[in-house]
């Protein structure tokens, strides 16, 4: 089944999509002596400090892509979903500003500084001025999703403007022998981020995880609300400022740098038109299209069955340590010449574990959870959470293979953003489809209407059973748009994404590099310094 935090978009897991961005080689920053050792705990303190920036930036992610759906799917349908699941396109474009963070800052406070401070302390206000209305609004019965929606599309452009500063920052932070180190630390701190705000949060705020576990006296609400939550990070958001602020000095950035913002975004057109560069795009638009459905929609089916929230967090608890496991052997099994071999591997996985979800939906029990089925819904998320580690080191470590340090950290922000707008775009699409094919009516009339009510949220359910009616499914087309998905995943594996991935293997790095303007020390073909070998793969 999918992870039962939606995570696509951050690839896997983190999710939307979730999700997942890596950092430029260790050549790219300033050389140092070969005998310079520098061991981690030298390094401690700014891996530290990335842990924090990236938890921080997974708080209001996990709520947009994770929990918040959970809480809103009671009363909204799923095109309602899908319009709020908008909200995570940020993430998926900020290519489209990514040339700006990267360029303009104040030299006295910083390259990265100069974004990072600024967003951080609105951030934090936003979501202390959120929090303190949030409840009222969850309790309207028509919720205003377009309003929600933007909201926490402004929250989301947010936290992707500071991704994009933090990936930079990386570049320098760490030591050239600590760098791959980065990686850990977005893994962690985002993973971490999105369990606070996914399994803690919906534990604590379901009234039947505190009654059962924390009260002595049973209570109609949980021990957290979605506002309390929101304030609290809201202050970490400005403690975590004023401390950047007032003690963290950034050094200065030595890595070379386009300052021309016309010039970043003209170099990011002659990337996005190298030949085999188009053919990389082409695969990051089309691999996930085999397991959105199940990434997006299982989890809502489930809960929709009957499965409760304290139930799914639990899950995800158990999941959690498993996903940082996952990642160390993942990033070992990723660090070679190929490092997409495992990551195809892994493709299949996701694949036949989107079919399990569909399988474990129809057969939910009639009287409720059992153990026996809670633990095979458990053990389905871990293993599956596992293809989607292996998927996202996998990736994230062949954009770091294949990086220019021409343009900073925009080459990577590229790269990840396509990445995440391919787990991005269907999501959409899908959310919507499942409505579009589901047909599912109330038996009885409306009073004084020949019209059979709907029967797609929990609401309309409700609304039903009090005409003294009985909700009847002809249709579901969770399973329809389930089935077809794994379908074209299957065929752009075998037909597309393999060939694709195995040819793109052969380039050697330097082939994914610009060329450099032709001068007479490049020699009369013009090629850069790329050897005749490297064109003519280029030319496949």
């Given at each position: 089944m999918g992870k039962l935090v939606p995570t696509e978009g951050f690839e896997d897991g983190m999710d939307p999509g979730t999700e997942r961005r890596r950092f430029i080689a260790a050549e790219t920053a300033i050389p140092r002596q070969p005998h310079e050792k520098n061991p981690l705990w030298k390094d401690a303190g700014n891996i530290t400090l990335l842990i924090v920036l990236y938890l921080l930036q997974g708080v209001p992610l996990g709520l947009s892509f994770g929990a918040v759906p959970f809480l809103l799917k009671s009363k909204l349908s799923f095109a309602d979903i899908a319009l709020f699941s908008l909200s995570s396109y940020p993430y998926s474009l900020k290519l489209l500003w990514s040339p700006i963070v990267d360029s303009v800052f104040f030299k006295a406070i910083g390259r990265r500084k100069s974004w990072i401070v600024p967003i951080q302390a609105l951030t934090g206000t936003c979501l202390a001025v959120l929090g303190s209305r949030i409840d009222e609004i969850m309790k309207q019965e028509h919720l205003p999703v377009t309003m929600l929606a933007i909201v926490f599309t402004a929250l989301v452009?947010?936290?992707?403007?500071?991704?994009?500063?933090?990936?930079?920052?990386?570049?320098?932070?760490?030591?050239?022998?600590?760098?791959?180190?980065?990686?850990?630390?977005?893994?962690?701190?985002?993973n971490t981020g999105y369990f606070l705000s996914f399994t803690v949060f919906l534990a604590l705020n379901s009234s039947e995880f505190c009654n059962k576990y924390i009260r002595s006296v049973p209570a109609t609400e949980g021990v957290l609300q979605l506002g309390s939550y929101l304030q609290f990070?809201?202050?970490?958001?400005?403690?975590?400022?004023?401390?950047?602020?007032?003690?963290?000095?950034?050094?200065?950035?030595?890595?070379?740098?386009?300052?021309?913002?016309?010039?970043?975004?003209?170099?990011?057109?002659?990337?996005?038109?190298?030949?085999?560069?188009?053919?990389f795009i082409g695969v990051l638009m089309v691999a996930k299209i085999g397991f959105i459905a199940n990434e997006a929609v299982t989890p809502l089916k489930l809960l929709d069955k009957g499965l409760h929230k304290e139930d799914m967090a639990l899950s995800v608890l158990i999941d959690f340590p498993f996903q940082i496991l996952f990642g160390y052997y993942a990033a070992?099994?990723?660090?070679?010449?190929?490092?997409?071999?495992?990551?195809?591997?892994?493709?299949?996985?996701?694949?036949?574990?989107?079919?399990?979800?569909?399988?474990?939906?129809?057969?939910?029990?009639?009287?409720?959870?059992?153990?026996?089925?809670?633990?095979?819904?458990?053990?389905?998320?871990?293993?599956?959470?596992?293809?989607?580690?292996?998927?996202?080191?996998?990736?994230?470590?062949?954009?770091?293979?294949?990086?220019?340090?021409?343009i900073g950290g925009t080459y990577m922000t590229l790269l990840n953003t396509l990445s995440n707008l391919g787990g991005t775009w269907?999501?959409?699409?899908?959310?919507?489809?499942?409505?579009?094919?589901?047909?599912?009516?109330?038996?009885?009339?409306?009073?004084?209407?020949?019209?059979?009510?709907?029967?797609?949220?929990?609401?309309?359910?409700?609304?039903?059973?009090?005409?003294?009616?009985?909700?009847?499914?002809?249709?579901?087309?969770?399973?329809?748009?389930?089935?077809?998905?794994?379908?074209?995943?299957?065929?752009?594996?075998?037909?597309?994404?393999?060939?694709?991935?195995?040819?793109?293997?052969?380039?050697?790095d330097r082939a994914w590099r610009l060329r450099k303007e032709k001068s007479e020390d490049d020699g009369v073909n013009g090629t850069g310094g790329r050897s005749e070998e490297t064109e003519k793969l280029l030319g496949q």
């Amino acid at each position: 089944m999918g992870k039962l935090v939606p995570t696509e978009g951050f690839e896997d897991g983190m999710d939307p999509g979730t999700e997942r961005r890596r950092f430029i080689a260790a050549e790219t920053a300033i050389p140092r002596q070969p005998h310079e050792k520098n061991p981690l705990w030298k390094d401690a303190g700014n891996i530290t400090l990335l842990i924090v920036l990236y938890l921080l930036q997974g708080v209001p992610l996990g709520l947009s892509f994770g929990a918040v759906p959970f809480l809103l799917k009671s009363k909204l349908s799923f095109a309602d979903i899908a319009l709020f699941s908008l909200s995570s396109y940020p993430y998926s474009l900020k290519l489209l500003w990514s040339p700006i963070v990267d360029s303009v800052f104040f030299k006295a406070i910083g390259r990265r500084k100069s974004w990072i401070v600024p967003i951080q302390a609105l951030t934090g206000t936003c979501l202390a001025v959120l929090g303190s209305r949030i409840d009222e609004i969850m309790k309207q019965e028509h919720l205003p999703v377009t309003m929600l929606a933007i909201v926490f599309t402004a929250l989301v452009f947010l936290c992707a403007t500071q991704d994009i500063a933090v990936d930079g920052w990386a570049l320098t932070l760490l030591r050239d022998e600590n760098k791959h180190f980065a990686s850990t630390a977005q893994t962690i701190g985002l993973n971490t981020g999105y369990f606070l705000s996914f399994t803690v949060f919906l534990a604590l705020n379901s009234s039947e995880f505190c009654n059962k576990y924390i009260r002595s006296v049973p209570a109609t609400e949980g021990v957290l609300q979605l506002g309390s939550y929101l304030q609290f990070w809201g202050v970490m958001f400005l403690l975590c400022d004023a401390w950047l602020v007032c003690f963290k000095k950034e050094e200065i950035d030595h890595t070379e740098a386009i300052d021309e913002i016309k010039t970043v975004y003209q170099t990011i057109w002659k990337v996005c038109m190298m030949p085999h560069m188009k053919k990389f795009i082409g695969v990051l638009m089309v691999a996930k299209i085999g397991f959105i459905a199940n990434e997006a929609v299982t989890p809502l089916k489930l809960l929709d069955k009957g499965l409760h929230k304290e139930d799914m967090a639990l899950s995800v608890l158990i999941d959690f340590p498993f996903q940082i496991l996952f990642g160390y052997y993942a990033a070992k099994w990723s660090s070679g010449a190929q490092p997409l071999r495992p990551w195809l591997y892994a493709f299949y996985g996701r694949l036949a574990f989107a079919v399990v979800g569909m399988l474990l939906v129809r057969a939910f029990p009639s009287g409720g959870v059992t153990s026996s089925y809670f633990f095979i819904v458990i053990s389905a998320t871990v293993l599956n959470s596992f293809t989607s580690t292996v998927q996202f080191v996998g990736m994230g470590s062949f954009f770091t293979k294949i990086s220019d340090p021409l343009i900073g950290g925009t080459y990577m922000t590229l790269l990840n953003t396509l990445s995440n707008l391919g787990g991005t775009w269907p999501r959409f699409f899908v959310l919507e489809a499942v409505d579009h094919y589901t047909d599912a009516h109330c038996t009885v009339t409306e009073p004084e209407s020949s019209v059979y009510p709907v029967c797609l949220t929990d609401t309309q359910k409700a609304h039903c059973k009090s005409l003294g009616g009985e909700c009847i499914v002809r249709r579901d087309g969770y399973y329809i748009v389930g089935i077809t998905s794994v379908i074209i995943g299957l065929l752009t594996l075998l037909l597309y994404v393999k060939p694709q991935i195995e040819r793109l293997h052969r380039l050697p790095d330097r082939a994914w590099r610009l060329r450099k303007e032709k001068s007479e020390d490049d020699g009369v073909n013009g090629t850069g310094g790329r050897s005749e070998e490297t064109e003519k793969l280029l030319g496949q």
